[in-house]
């Protein structure tokens, strides 16, 4: 069993950055790959940016490319994503996602490869 906690999200302004973070508990952190997902009203659920279980291999999805930026810390059991020159379109609820079956060095981006999710945290970006 692996909890995913998510912070940071809030309201910021077309332009501001805002960092997420995601807190694992539960197993080996090192031992999973993480993702980072997102869900705007009325459309489905995205990834948005994705790491292997070292954090050496990285994958940013087109639309927030050169803006977000995943990392992940296996000593302190997290994933982070710094989010920068925000848009209005980024407005969202925020999911960290745990893949416990990918081999060491995937970079996972399909929804339905995760296993275990957090709650979400909602954020916002005004125009």
């Known amino acids: 069993q692996v909890q995913l906690d998510e912070s940071g999200g809030g309201l910021v302004q077309a332009g501001g950055s805002l960092r997420l973070s995601c807190a694992a508990s539960?197993?080996?952190?090192?031992?999973?790959?993480m993702g980072w997902f997102r869900q705007a009203p009325g459309k489905e659920r995205e990834n948005v940016a994705a790491?292997?279980?070292?954090?050496?291999?990285?994958y940013s999805a087109d639309s927030v490319k050169g803006r977000f930026t995943i990392s992940r810390d296996n000593a302190k059991n997290t994933v982070d994503l710094q989010m920068n020159a925000m848009k209005p379109e980024d407005t969202a609820v925020y999911y960290c996602?745990?893949?416990?079956?990918?081999?060491?060095?995937?970079?996972?981006?399909?929804?339905?490869?995760?296993?275990?999710w957090g709650q979400g945290t909602q954020v916002t970006v005004s125009s």
């Open positions: 790491i292997s279980r070292s954090g050496r291999h990285t």
């Open positions: 996602a745990a893949d416990l079956r990918s081999v060491p060095w995937a970079v996972v981006t399909d929804m339905a490869s995760y296993d275990y």
């Open positions: 539960g197993r080996t952190f090192s031992s999973y790959a």
